[in-house]
């Protein structure tokens, strides 16, 4: 508090001033320079709580020694300097009701002058503040309670001033918006950062609302300034003038991102477990574990009792009413254990009211109650009479499946996951001549199979039984006779949802009969191709001999008879070579020669090998590679790889006079492709060609000659070589077979 | 020239009767025996099945004996495995039935060098 003191007193009348100076609400005091105290006002005594006596005539520090050493440097400072002491909120201690205290003043000490500038008073303006230090102390303690309070709780403060929109707060809230603590934000930057929609819809609704109520509340999702989603909930308090009208909102602000978060979970996790236990069927009850009342039912509950959830309604006597007669005493028993130990767990059977008869299971769990209320027992109850149906009908099925094994006249079994036998049929066990124990015992069952199978068939059933994957082979069992049998074993793995195995089980055809027949056809085969061979060879070696002598002839006719003939005993000769082909790729025992060979030079050689047969078409050859390309293989199987395609490029395609060959890399391959503008295929017919004796007709079921069975060595001759066919293919337009295999690698 | 065929004995002793060469048929294997002591040549073509008579066995005989160790054998067969099993048993050629005759005619040359 500034005073605005008269520097001249001198001009007022004595009493007049001597009225003044008792009336003013400050003490005033006049003191010599020997600080002789020569007049004071009644509010200065009220101050320092003296009396007149005491104190007018007396020296000061008599009056008051404990301010000497306080006051009196200041006192001469004044006479010195002549200047006055301002002193606010100056605290003196004082004896007051004989206690010493911190009294807060402010004082004003003005020296006063006679007309000739000589030293005569000094004057003392004092106004006790002690409360209103008080009052500012409690203030600061306040703010800074205030300040711990909302650090603490991470609450940030605000202060609008509803006319300017100025806003001062807290560092924290700058924090909130993502902006250093430091760091100032306005009012209009705050409302930006809200995220639109709830800036339109809940905090401006909200802000209007405070404005009549006096009450400013919300939540609201904000974007900070690091683009990060937050929640905030706000509070505030408007204050208004005089006139009613809002100027100035005080508030907090809360992060509650992490809780709305939560809350969120909740919801969802609530949502979960109830559908989680729709989806188990699970149906829920609660049970006081003292009085066994139950209360609480989900509609699940009472959907398995069979009551109507929208229109029924059941009570705590639910379980006495249905409970099967029998189960009373499980019951009874498991209601015992609940009240014991919190747990509760039986499985019954209920009759429902229109006396179909169910299974349910009953779990119960001592659930301690939140909030201090009593504990109570959490329960479920499950129908699970399909459940226990199934297993009936599972040892029911067992037998019959027993018995259909042994009635079968094939060999049977059933091995465990690690590959041990544990049973096989009686068919078995007749035809080996050998008893149950000693076949189940320690692979009892390698006994029988022929040593020359011996080795693969354990190999390949031990790889089975850790891949999981179906076992297949063909070996020999010696029978009681001790003669050997071809058969053919198959075993399937039965998985459990986990895709383990849970068992293997096989059966052993017996193919010896077939198997016989099999090897009487090779037989045949391979001497029907030396026998057809024989004369081929020399209607060959005759036709080349007359070619050699008569060649030359003019007689034309001649000439091209003998050329006609030839070529027609090379077709023969491969038609020939293809029927010994096919039986030997069925039994699989189709040799491969395989070297290292420049496939560029086969490919050549072969065309003009072509070329020189057939010249009814041009044979066009692009090498889409900048060297040479060697591959691993048979080359003479190989060879009759692209000249069953090229004969086939030709032969299907009579309308038209060229073929072209391209051979190009692919990655790791070297790829042939053999076009033709021929017939054409289907669609549907592009995978079947591969197929055995398959042979493509044209229109008006024109039939091409062929056994049919070229594109199916082919095939295999290519896979044999991990090498690969396929090809593109339009009817009446034309087909492209393509063959890759596998580059040559030093 | 070994073959029970009668044919082919004649087809190839007419090749290579063209050719200048000197052949011998042998169309009944049994009497071989005979035929080489009477006159060793100094190439032997012969069929690998025939009746009675196995061509390795034959071949097996030449080459152990040491008066005709040093003469050239040729295996022919219709038979597509025969290249294999023939390398194994130490014949100096093989041709394979049907044959070109311009094939033939090239070993029997190459051999006889």
Known sequence: MQENFPLSISGLKGD???????????????????????????????????????VVGKNLFEVFPETKEQLSPIFENIKTTGKQFYAPEYSIKMIRNGILQDVFFNFVYHPIYDEDGNFQYFATVVIEITDLIGVKSKIKEAEERLRLATESTQTATWDLNLKTFEVVHSPYLAEIFGYDKDEKILHA???????????????????EK???????????????????EKWIATQGKVFFDESGNPYRMLGVMRDITEKKNNEILLQQSHHQLNTAMDATKLGRFDMDPETLEKFNFSPRFLEIFGYDVNTETIDSKIFEKHIHHKFIPIRLEALKKAKETGDLYYQTKIVLRDKTVKWIEIYGRLMPSPDGRKSYISGTIRDITEHKDFEKNISESEKKYRFLADSMPQIVWIGEPDGTLTYVNKETLDYSGKNYNDFIAENGWTEIVHPDEQEENIRLWMRSVKTKKPFFFEHRFRNKENEYRWFMSRAYPELDENGNVK?????????????????????????????????????KGYVQLLKKMRGESDDKFLVNSLNTIEKQVNKLTALIGDLLDISRI????????????????????????????????????????????????????????????????????PQSDKVNVEMYVDGESAVVSVQDFGIGMEHDELTKIFERFYRVSGDDEETYPGFGIGLFIVQDILERHDGKIWVESKKNVGSKFYFALPLYKD | ????????????????????????????????????????????????????????????EVKGNPETEGIKIMMMSAHPDAVKISENVGVDDFLSKPFEIDDLVKKVEKLLK
């Open chain 1, 210 to 228: 405070a404005l009549k109520t006096g009450i400013y509340q919300y939540e609201s999702r904000l974007i900070d300034k690091k683009g990060a």
């Open chain 1, 189 to 207: 930057t705050m409302r930006e950062h809200l995220v639109e929609e709830d800036r339109k819809n809940v905090v401006e609704k909200a802000f």
């Open chain 1, 586 to 653: 069925e039994s699989g025992k189709l040799p491969l020669n395989k070297k290292e060979f420049s496939l560029l030079e086969l490919v050549t050689e072969t065309i003009e090998d072509i070329k020189a047969a057939e010249q009814s078409h041009q044979i066009n050859f692009e090498l889409k590679h900048t060297s040479d390309i060697e591959v691993f293989a048979d080359k003479e199987r190989i060879t009759q790889v692209l000249n069953n395609l090229l004969t086939n490029a030709i032969k299907y395609s």
């Open chain 1, 503 to 539: 068992k293997w089980v096989g059966t052993s055809t017996d193919i010896d009969d077939m198997k016989k027949q099999e090897k009487q056809k090779n037989d045949f085969i391979k001497m029907a191709n030396h026998e057809l061979k024989t004369p081929v060879t020399t209607i």
């Open chain 1, 16 to 54: 007049v001033l001597e009225n003044l100076l008792n009336h003013i609400p400050f003490g005033f005091s006049l003191m010599t320079g020997d600080y002789l105290v020569e007049s004071v006002n009644d509010f200065w005594l009220q101050i320092v709580q003296k009396t007149r006596e005491e």
């Open chain 2, 1 to 60: 020239m070994v073959d029970d065929n009668r044919d082919i004995c004649e087809l190839i002793e007419n090749i290579l009767l063209a050719e200048g060469y000197n052949v011998e048929s042998c169309c009944n294997p049994l009497e071989f025996g005979k035929i080489i002591e009477g006159n060793k040549p100094k190439l032997i073509i012969t069929d690998m099945l025939m009746s009675g008579v196995d061509g390795r066995t034959l071949t097996k």
